[in-house]
Structures are given as C-alpha cells and as structure tokens.
T-cell receptor
Framework: DGGITQSPKYLFRKEGQNVTLSCEQN?????MYWYRQDPGQGLRLIYY???????QKGDIAEGYSVSREKKESFPLTVTSAQKNPTAFYLC????????????FGPGTRLTVT | GENVEQHPSTLSVQEGDSAVIKCTYS??????FPWYKQELGKRPQLIID?????GEKKDQRIAVTLNKTAKHFSLHITETQPEDSAVYFC??????????FGRGTSLIVHP
C-alpha cells in the first residue's frame, strides 16, 4: 500500500512531553515530507528533506524538529514548544524531480491533553 | 511563494450528477498540478495530475482542465457514485518542487 509507513496510528500524550512520530519508506525516494492536517486547513508543510543529512523548514516548523540520518527514515518530534499539537500528521515521500508524485503514509493522529 | 485557493469547501450532489471543483494558483512558474482524494481517516491518494504542457486530461469518469493564462485548474467528476464521497485536494508545484495544497473540498454524493 505505497511502501511508506507511519507508526503509531494513534498517539496520546500529556501536555509538556515531547513525542516522536515515525516515518519509514522503502520506495528509494530521496525526498520526504511532514504535513499537519487540521479540519478545513488542508495540508500544511512542517519540514521536508531532499537528501540524507539535510532538511528544510516548511510553513509551520515552530515547535517541531526532524532528523534524516537514513534515506528510509524521517522521524518528526513534536516538542512541548508546539502550542497546539493535537492534529493528524502525514508523512510523504517522492522522487526528487519536479513533477514527481508524492506518496503519503497512513498518518498518525496525535492527541495531547 | 505559491498560493492555492480551492472552491467550494463543501459540495453536495445527487448520485449520477457531475461535480466540479476549482482551484486557482498564483505562481506562473508552477507546472505540475496533482489532485488527491482522501477518504475519512485515510491517507491522500493521487487520482489524476496534469502538467503545464497540456490543457486537459481524462481518466474514465475523472477529468482535469488547466488554463495557464488564467492560472486556474479544475477537477470534473461525471456520473458520481456514493464511493466518490471524500475530501479532494488540489495542489500546484513549480520550481521549488514543493507542492502547495488547497484547503480541500468535501464532496458528498447522496444515493
């Protein structure tokens, strides 16, 4: 089902705790992305990475951090500095060429109380 | 940067009717326009895309049109079925290769 996985599907955390969301792909894609989805807001870009050991901030990077130590993996950490962390988080990957299709993971629904 | 506007936010049709979703973009350098369908609680999946060198593309009941001069593109679904009910997202991608998404259209097809 696309070769890109996210875990866990549901995640619950207490306010003030950092939490890391996993994203793995076996599509040999160079580029990986993290999006946040809120009702009526579409898909908003948090971070993206074009190659290993390099990543760039997206439109809403504040309160988030990422790493890209391996081509297959792009974990996202939601820190306690993120004011409204409760959301549906989607990871995606693509070949790095312009016009390359993005493949999305199944998403992680994070709830912070 | 790119700005993508998508309308309507909600679209309700009867089974068998046609549905049209419209998007406009701001960056004239954008050259790739994908459309994604997202069922409730699921991942977005590409249903059709168009590149700037063509004006229309069809795939069975789905078609996309592009007007580069006016900077707008549209998704057309004919003979709608209840299983077409979902949220549809348009996107535009240009030189940065990072796509910008519209806010989505919730399509409801009534049996």
């Amino acid at each position: 089902d696309g070769g890109i996985t996210q875990s866990p599907k549901y995640l619950f955390r207490k306010e003030g705790q950092n939490v890391t969301l996993s994203c793995e792909q076996n599509l040999n894609h160079d580029a990986m992305y993290w999006y946040r989805q809120d009702p009526g807001q579409g898909l908003r870009l948090i971070y993206y990475s074009q190659i290993v050991n390099d990543f760039q901030k997206g439109d809403i990077a504040e309160g988030y951090s990422v790493s890209r130590e391996k081509k297959e993996s792009f974990p996202l950490t939601v820190t306690s500095a993120q004011k409204n962390p409760t959301a549906f988080y989607l990871c995606a990957s693509s070949l790095s060429g312009i016009g390359s299709e993005q493949y999305f993971g199944p998403g992680t629904r994070l709830t912070v109380t | 940067g790119e700005n993508v506007e998508q309308h309507p936010s909600t679209l309700s049709v009867q089974e068998g009717d046609s549905a049209v979703i419209k998007c406009t973009y701001s960056d004239s350098a954008s050259n790739y326009f994908p459309w994604y369908k997202q069922e409730l609680g699921k991942r977005p999946q590409l249903i059709i895309d168009i590149r700037s060198n063509v004006g229309e593309k069809k795939d069975q009941r789905i078609a996309v049109t592009l007007n580069k001069t006016a900077k707008h593109f549209s998704l057309h679904i004919t003979e709608t079925q209840p299983e077409d009910s979902a949220v549809y997202f348009c996107a535009a991608r240009g030189g940065s290769y990072i796509p910008t998404f519209g806010r989505g259209t919730s399509l409801i097809v009534h049996p």
